[in-house]
T-cell receptor, first 111, second 113 residues
Framework: RKEVEQDPGPFNVPEGATVAFNCTYSNSASQSFFWYRQDCRKEPKLLMSVYSSGNEDGRFTAQLNRASQYISLLIRDSKLSDSATYLCVVIASGSARQLTFGSGTQLTVLP | NAGVTQTPKFQVLKTGQSMTLQCAQDMNHNSMYWYRQDPGMGLRLIYYSASEGTTDKGEVPNGYNVSRLNKREFSLRLESAAPSQTSVYFC????WGRGTEAFFGQGTRLTVV
């Protein structure tokens, strides 16, 4: 079983739609959680951190459920520019701070 | 405002050739990482360096070696390239503390023929 699992998609949604991605992680000792965005043939960039209480940044909402060991990302009012691959990232406890990536979920927002 | 700089951006090698991928960061980060990204596989950790002077294996270290030359620089070496090492390689760096962002270089697209 992979440490971090995501639905690979692709998700094809019309502009203005709401779309949600889920990610599950297997290591219960994981302590930090993130969503990264990766555009085609580019490097990953941080979209947002995920906090236990849930957090929102504009049209994006991230939630963490430690009991069920999953993370979610909700995108409201999708824009064409949201088309990208979204990567779930988990850091386990320990000094190395290794980032473990999910395989990514591809989103295409259609006009 | 360079961040993480990787060289080269593109490389074609013949099977058995060797090469070194260079990575440098100017953010004074302690931790540096090398990942490879293959279609449908996400990013997989090859090696990491938690701090200057230390290196450790990640998920897929076979066929690679690394050197943490100083706090800024972390290089990845392929001693005898194989077609299975055709991939996109990313270097990243981050700082200690929870919720800290990792910054990535632009990637090196390596093809081994």
């Amino acid at each position: 079983r992979k440490e971090v699992e995501q639905d690979p998609g692709p998700f094809n949604v019309p502009e203005g739609a709401t779309v949600a991605f889920n990610c599950t992680y297997s290591n219960s000792a994981s302590q930090s959680f993130f969503w990264y965005r990766q555009d085609c043939r580019k490097e990953p960039k941080l979209l947002m951190s995920v906090y236990s209480s849930g957090n929102e940044d504009g049209r994006f909402t991230a939630q963490l459920n430690r009991a069920s060991q999953y993370i979610s990302l909700l995108i409201r009012d999708s824009k064409l520019s949201d088309s990208a691959t979204y990567l779930c990232v988990v850091i386990a406890s320990g000094s190395a701070r290794q980032l473990t990536f999910g395989s990514g979920t591809q989103l295409t927002v259609l006009p | 405002n360079a961040g993480v700089t990787q060289t080269p951006k593109f490389q074609v090698l013949k099977t058995g050739q060797s090469m070194t991928l260079q990575c440098a960061q100017d953010m004074n980060h302690n931790s540096m990482y090398w990942y490879r990204q293959d279609p449908g596989m996400g990013l997989r950790l090859i090696y990491y360096s938690a701090s200057e002077g230390t290196t450790d294996k990640g998920e897929v270290p076979n066929g690679y070696n690394v050197s943490r030359l100083n706090k800024r620089e972390f290089s990845l070496r392929l001693e005898s390239a194989a077609p299975s090492q055709t991939s996109v390689y990313f270097c990243a760096s981050s700082e200690w503390g929870r919720g800290t962002e990792a910054f990535f270089g632009q990637g090196t697209r390596l093809t081994v023929v």
